[in-house]
């Protein structure tokens, strides 16, 4: 049978569209301790929480959301630990939380919440975030820029967007530590679309 596409007569295909990501990330991507990347009992944690909004403002329940970051001296090695396995049964049994590893993974819970627990990050005065979804065909990256990092105005993301958008990226204070960072995947005409980047 012969293939009636465009371009199929002249041997080349048509691109295959993408697949929705999710849901099954949820169950097979998050594991123990995915949201610690501070060491337990570290005395410069901070916590980097938030909810996963639609269009409508609802929560997205099965949303996954990570977070990569250099550490506080700007180092971005990380530490192995997040796929660690048990010797005997071969199970994944996560951090042993003593090292900062640089990398959360998270999935939101049955209101769209995702905490991380973390130390501020050194040379940058962000944290860069992605996100997977129901009805999205790719990821979304995204930053949350710590309201008070120093560095925030040299940003050259930041400096370039109108004061609207900017606000989506601005971690707001909820607490000595506690930083508060929704992401909207739509905006709703009153609340602004949280600003996504292409790294294309």
Sequence with gaps: M???TPGAARGTLAP?????????????????GGGDIAPAGHPGAIVLHGHVLDGAGAPVPDALVEVW????????????????????TGAVIGRHGLDFTG????????????????????????????VLARGLTHHLHTRAYLHDATGLAGDRLLSGLPERRRATLLTTPEGAGVHRFDIRLSGDGVHEETVFLDFG
Excluded: E, K, N
């Design 103 to 130: 990398f959360a993974r998270v999935p939101t819970d049955a209101d769209g919440h995702y905490t991380v627990r973390t130390l501020p990050p050194g040379g940058a005065p962000y944290v860069a975030i992605v």
């Design 2 to 4: 012969r293939d009636a």
């Design 69 to 88: 970051q250099p550490a506080p001296d700007g180092s971005r090695h990380g530490a192995p630990g997040s796929l660690r396995r048990d010797p005997v």
């Design 16 to 32: 295959t569209p993408s697949q929705t990501v999710g849901p099954f990330y949820g169950y097979a991507l998050p594991f123990a």
